[in-house]
Protein backbone atom coordinates (compact mmCIF):
# COMPACT_ATOMS: atom_id res chain seq x y z
CA UNK A 1 0.00 0.00 0.00
CA UNK A 2 1.14 3.38 -0.82
CA UNK A 3 2.14 5.28 2.57
CA UNK A 4 -0.46 7.70 2.76
CA UNK A 5 -1.85 9.02 6.16
CA UNK A 6 -5.09 10.65 6.58
CA UNK A 7 -5.63 12.38 10.36
CA UNK A 8 -7.99 12.29 12.04
CA UNK A 9 -10.15 9.41 10.54
CA UNK A 10 -13.25 10.36 12.30
CA UNK A 11 -14.46 13.82 13.53
CA UNK A 12 -17.42 15.53 15.02
CA UNK A 13 -17.28 19.40 15.32
CA UNK A 14 -19.93 21.82 15.67
CA UNK A 15 -20.97 24.43 12.84
CA UNK A 16 -19.22 27.67 12.31
CA UNK A 17 -15.82 25.70 13.98
CA UNK A 18 -12.57 25.55 12.13
CA UNK A 19 -11.43 21.99 11.25
CA UNK A 20 -7.94 20.89 9.82
CA UNK A 21 -7.63 17.79 8.39
CA UNK A 22 -3.93 16.36 7.60
CA UNK A 23 -2.73 14.29 4.64
CA UNK A 24 0.97 12.65 5.05
CA UNK A 25 2.62 10.71 2.98
CA UNK A 26 5.93 9.40 2.95
CA UNK A 27 6.06 8.50 -1.48
CA UNK A 28 7.63 11.66 -2.11
CA UNK A 29 5.10 12.40 -4.56
CA UNK A 30 4.64 15.81 -6.21
CA UNK A 31 1.17 16.10 -6.92
CA UNK A 32 -1.55 15.63 -3.75
CA UNK A 33 -5.48 16.09 -3.97
CA UNK A 34 -8.29 16.70 -1.35
CA UNK A 35 -11.47 14.71 -2.63
CA UNK A 36 -14.87 14.78 -0.85
CA UNK A 37 -17.43 11.75 -1.14
CA UNK A 38 -21.20 12.81 -0.94
CA UNK A 39 -23.51 9.66 -2.09
CA UNK A 40 -24.67 10.07 -5.51
CA UNK A 41 -21.97 12.30 -6.49
CA UNK A 42 -18.62 10.08 -6.19
CA UNK A 43 -15.60 11.89 -5.82
CA UNK A 44 -15.06 15.66 -6.21
CA UNK A 45 -11.92 17.17 -5.93
CA UNK A 46 -11.74 19.99 -3.92
CA UNK A 47 -8.17 21.54 -4.14
CA UNK A 48 -4.98 20.13 -5.26
CA UNK A 49 -1.29 20.51 -4.98
CA UNK A 50 1.51 20.38 -7.48
CA UNK A 51 4.71 21.42 -5.02
CA UNK A 52 5.27 22.95 -2.00
CA UNK A 53 3.19 26.16 -1.39
CA UNK A 54 1.75 25.06 -4.99
CA UNK A 55 -2.04 24.54 -4.25
CA UNK A 56 -5.47 25.64 -6.49
CA UNK A 57 -9.00 24.77 -6.53
CA UNK A 58 -10.70 22.00 -7.64
CA UNK A 59 -14.66 21.79 -8.69
CA UNK A 60 -15.87 22.29 -4.93
CA UNK A 61 -12.93 24.52 -3.28
CA UNK A 62 -15.29 27.07 -1.68
CA UNK A 63 -15.44 26.87 2.32
CA UNK A 64 -12.21 24.90 2.32
CA UNK A 65 -8.43 26.04 1.69
CA UNK A 66 -5.14 23.83 1.92
CA UNK A 67 -1.90 24.39 2.58
CA UNK A 68 1.43 22.80 1.76
CA UNK A 69 4.54 23.55 3.34
CA UNK A 70 6.23 20.57 2.78
CA UNK A 71 6.71 17.63 0.21
CA UNK A 72 5.04 15.27 2.05
CA UNK A 73 2.28 17.22 4.01
CA UNK A 74 -0.89 18.39 2.70
CA UNK A 75 -3.66 20.03 5.36
CA UNK A 76 -7.36 21.28 4.37
CA UNK A 77 -9.02 23.57 6.44
CA UNK A 78 -12.62 24.40 6.54
CA UNK A 79 -12.46 28.01 7.76
CA UNK A 80 -15.85 27.57 9.37
CA UNK A 81 -17.78 24.87 9.33
CA UNK A 82 -21.44 23.90 7.74
CA UNK A 83 -23.48 21.34 7.47
CA UNK A 84 -22.85 20.89 3.71
CA UNK A 85 -19.43 20.21 4.20
CA UNK A 86 -20.62 16.83 6.36
CA UNK A 87 -18.56 13.71 4.03
CA UNK A 88 -15.78 11.71 3.81
CA UNK A 89 -12.74 12.98 2.64
CA UNK A 90 -10.07 11.52 0.75
CA UNK A 91 -6.44 12.36 0.16
CA UNK A 92 -5.09 11.10 -2.56
CA UNK A 93 -0.98 11.57 -4.44
CA UNK A 94 0.15 11.28 -7.80
CA UNK A 95 3.79 10.98 -9.24
CA UNK A 96 2.98 13.16 -12.02
CA UNK A 97 0.24 15.33 -13.87
CA UNK A 98 0.13 13.77 -17.29
CA UNK A 99 -0.55 10.22 -18.60
CA UNK A 100 0.22 6.94 -16.90
CA UNK A 101 1.55 9.14 -13.88
CA UNK A 102 -1.72 10.24 -13.47
CA UNK A 103 -2.54 6.63 -11.42
CA UNK A 104 -3.64 7.73 -7.66
CA UNK A 105 -3.54 6.16 -4.76
CA UNK A 106 -6.02 7.03 -1.93
CA UNK A 107 -5.79 7.42 2.13
CA UNK A 108 -8.17 5.77 3.71
CA UNK A 109 -10.53 8.65 3.87
CA UNK A 110 -11.96 11.04 7.20
CA UNK A 111 -15.15 11.57 8.22
CA UNK A 112 -16.19 14.44 8.95
CA UNK A 113 -19.62 15.46 10.68
CA UNK A 114 -20.86 18.93 11.44
CA UNK A 115 -23.93 19.20 13.76
CA UNK B 1 -17.72 20.17 -19.79
CA UNK B 2 -16.33 16.51 -18.52
CA UNK B 3 -19.04 14.71 -17.09
CA UNK B 4 -19.09 10.55 -15.95
CA UNK B 5 -21.90 8.55 -15.43
CA UNK B 6 -22.19 5.17 -13.75
CA UNK B 7 -25.40 2.94 -13.06
CA UNK B 8 -25.98 3.19 -9.47
CA UNK B 9 -26.36 -0.87 -8.24
CA UNK B 10 -25.56 -4.08 -9.65
CA UNK B 11 -26.58 -7.38 -8.29
CA UNK B 12 -25.11 -10.71 -9.57
CA UNK B 13 -25.31 -14.52 -8.37
CA UNK B 14 -21.61 -15.68 -7.05
CA UNK B 15 -19.81 -17.60 -10.14
CA UNK B 16 -22.01 -15.65 -12.66
CA UNK B 17 -19.92 -12.51 -14.72
CA UNK B 18 -20.97 -8.87 -13.92
CA UNK B 19 -20.64 -5.70 -16.29
CA UNK B 20 -20.53 -2.94 -15.25
CA UNK B 21 -21.21 0.35 -17.49
CA UNK B 22 -19.27 4.09 -17.70
CA UNK B 23 -20.00 6.71 -20.26
CA UNK B 24 -17.74 9.68 -20.45
CA UNK B 25 -18.16 12.90 -22.13
CA UNK B 26 -14.35 14.39 -22.58
CA UNK B 27 -13.55 14.20 -26.03
CA UNK B 28 -9.33 14.87 -25.54
CA UNK B 29 -7.88 11.66 -25.60
CA UNK B 30 -7.54 10.16 -22.05
CA UNK B 31 -6.86 7.51 -19.71
CA UNK B 32 -9.91 5.73 -17.94
CA UNK B 33 -9.32 4.38 -14.69
CA UNK B 34 -11.49 1.55 -12.75
CA UNK B 35 -11.39 1.86 -8.86
CA UNK B 36 -12.70 -0.10 -5.94
CA UNK B 37 -14.05 0.38 -2.77
CA UNK B 38 -14.80 -1.81 -0.13
CA UNK B 39 -16.89 -0.61 3.16
CA UNK B 40 -14.92 1.62 5.34
CA UNK B 41 -12.11 1.59 3.05
CA UNK B 42 -10.12 4.00 0.59
CA UNK B 43 -10.33 3.96 -3.52
CA UNK B 44 -8.26 1.14 -4.79
CA UNK B 45 -6.94 0.95 -8.29
CA UNK B 46 -8.51 -1.99 -10.15
CA UNK B 47 -7.04 -1.58 -13.55
CA UNK B 48 -6.59 1.21 -16.31
CA UNK B 49 -6.77 1.73 -20.26
CA UNK B 50 -5.46 4.09 -22.61
CA UNK B 51 -8.13 5.88 -24.96
CA UNK B 52 -6.33 4.30 -27.97
CA UNK B 53 -6.94 0.36 -26.92
CA UNK B 54 -10.54 -1.17 -27.21
CA UNK B 55 -9.79 -3.97 -24.77
CA UNK B 56 -7.65 -5.07 -21.79
CA UNK B 57 -7.74 -7.65 -19.63
CA UNK B 58 -6.28 -8.69 -16.09
CA UNK B 59 -6.88 -11.80 -14.42
CA UNK B 60 -10.66 -12.27 -14.06
CA UNK B 61 -10.77 -8.32 -15.08
CA UNK B 62 -11.77 -7.13 -18.63
CA UNK B 63 -12.21 -3.87 -19.73
CA UNK B 64 -13.78 -2.87 -22.92
CA UNK B 65 -12.96 0.59 -24.63
CA UNK B 66 -15.83 2.00 -27.22
CA UNK B 67 -14.09 5.46 -27.88
CA UNK B 68 -16.80 6.48 -30.45
CA UNK B 69 -19.31 6.16 -28.05
CA UNK B 70 -17.34 7.14 -25.22
CA UNK B 71 -18.57 4.20 -23.29
CA UNK B 72 -16.26 1.82 -20.85
CA UNK B 73 -17.06 -1.38 -18.79
CA UNK B 74 -15.95 -3.65 -16.64
CA UNK B 75 -16.27 -7.18 -16.98
CA UNK B 76 -15.37 -9.16 -13.23
CA UNK B 77 -15.51 -13.25 -14.77
CA UNK B 78 -16.57 -15.90 -11.65
CA UNK B 79 -17.64 -12.90 -9.75
CA UNK B 80 -16.90 -13.70 -5.77
CA UNK B 81 -18.69 -12.72 -2.71
CA UNK B 82 -15.26 -10.57 -2.32
CA UNK B 83 -16.10 -8.50 -4.95
CA UNK B 84 -18.75 -6.91 -3.60
CA UNK B 85 -17.54 -3.36 -3.04
CA UNK B 86 -18.86 0.32 -5.07
CA UNK B 87 -16.82 0.77 -8.14
CA UNK B 88 -15.62 3.96 -9.46
CA UNK B 89 -14.97 4.88 -13.24
CA UNK B 90 -13.25 7.56 -13.12
CA UNK B 91 -11.34 9.63 -16.20
CA UNK B 92 -7.53 11.82 -16.52
CA UNK B 93 -7.95 14.35 -19.45
CA UNK B 94 -4.85 14.77 -21.41
CA UNK B 95 -6.07 18.08 -21.35
CA UNK B 96 -5.40 18.41 -18.28
CA UNK B 97 -2.10 18.58 -16.62
CA UNK B 98 -3.59 18.60 -12.81
CA UNK B 99 -3.33 15.24 -13.01
CA UNK B 100 -7.39 15.50 -11.51
CA UNK B 101 -9.66 12.22 -11.93
CA UNK B 102 -12.90 12.69 -13.14
CA UNK B 103 -15.18 10.39 -11.11
CA UNK B 104 -18.47 8.60 -11.73
CA UNK B 105 -21.06 8.23 -9.02
CA UNK B 106 -19.63 4.83 -8.48
CA UNK B 107 -21.88 1.22 -9.18
CA UNK B 108 -22.32 -0.46 -6.08
CA UNK B 109 -21.88 -4.53 -7.16
CA UNK B 110 -24.02 -7.11 -4.29
CA UNK B 111 -22.85 -10.82 -4.64
CA UNK B 112 -25.52 -12.91 -3.63
CA UNK B 113 -24.34 -16.17 -2.82
Known amino acids: DAGITQSPRHKVTETGTPVTLRCHQT?????MYWYRQDPGHGLRLIHY???????DKGEVSDGYSVSRSKTEDFLLTLESATSSQTSVYFC??????????????FGQGTRLTVV | GEDVEQSLFLSVREGDSSVINCTYT??????LYWYKQEPGAGLQLLTY?????DMKQDQRLTVLLNKKDKHLSLRIADTQTGDSAIYFC?????????????FGQGTTLQVKP
Open chain 2, 90 to 102: AESPVSSNTGKLI
Open chain 2, 49 to 53: IFSNM
Open chain 1, 27 to 31: ENHRY
Open chain 1, 92 to 105: AISEGGRGRNTEAF
Open chain 2, 26 to 31: DSSSTY
Open chain 1, 49 to 55: SYGVKDT
